[in-house]
């Protein structure tokens, strides 16, 4: 849904004495800067949009949507997988968890009940979560630097994290997200996922 370039209008209860009260709509004004589906959406344009005020859309909101739909493409991947208890390899506990982690990731609807998800970031730190396990070890490293970056967007002054997926990336200052940080770091998750699949073979 984007509500970019939706008209919105503001609704105004109007009772007049003696009549049952019925509603009407002011004039429509241009839509809050927000495009998307919300669950994908960085937390200051949430924020923006809950406190009904305005921020830039930047750089680092838009990688950290694409982190938030990184992270619920492994959920969704892991809740299909885990589905078929006849033919699953996961557990009870696993499926419980995998269930859990996604509802109270993905699970909300109302705008200020997403937002207030955001600020845990606890999808993205899946051994948190028991679910390390379940998917590939360059995965779980990827889905927790992430979790790293999209924090590091609202932190003035923190530690360096350390980006590292099988110790390819050094050590850099927290920063907002960046395109090159992110290339850097898939470009070693697609190595140590190939390194993983050579050594199975």
Known sequence: MDLEFARINQVVPVTN????????????????QMTGTMQFMAK???HSVVKNKTAEHTESHDLESFAWVFAYVVLRRLLRDSGDETSSTFTKDDRLAIK???????????????????????????RQN???????????????WLGMMVGANYVVDAKPIPLSV?????????????????I?????????LASEVLMDK
Request: proline share 6%.
């Open 130 to 144: 028991g679910i390390e396990g379940l998917v590939p070890e360059a995965i779980a490293d990827f889905m927790n």
């Open 184 to 192: 850097l770091i898939i470009d070693a998750t697609i190595q140590s």
């Open 100 to 126: 859990m982690t996604y509802d109270q990731s993905f699970g909300a609807l109302k705008l200020d009940t997403v937002l207030t998800q955001r600020y845990a970031l606890r999808v993205f730190h899946l």
């Open 44 to 46: 200051e344009i949430l």
């Open 17 to 32: 004495p003696g009549c049952p009260q019925h509603t009407t709509w002011s004039v429509p004004r241009q839509g809050i």
């Open 166 to 182: 099988a110790g390819a990336v050094p050590q850099r200052a927290q920063k907002k997200m960046s395109h090159s940080d992110v």
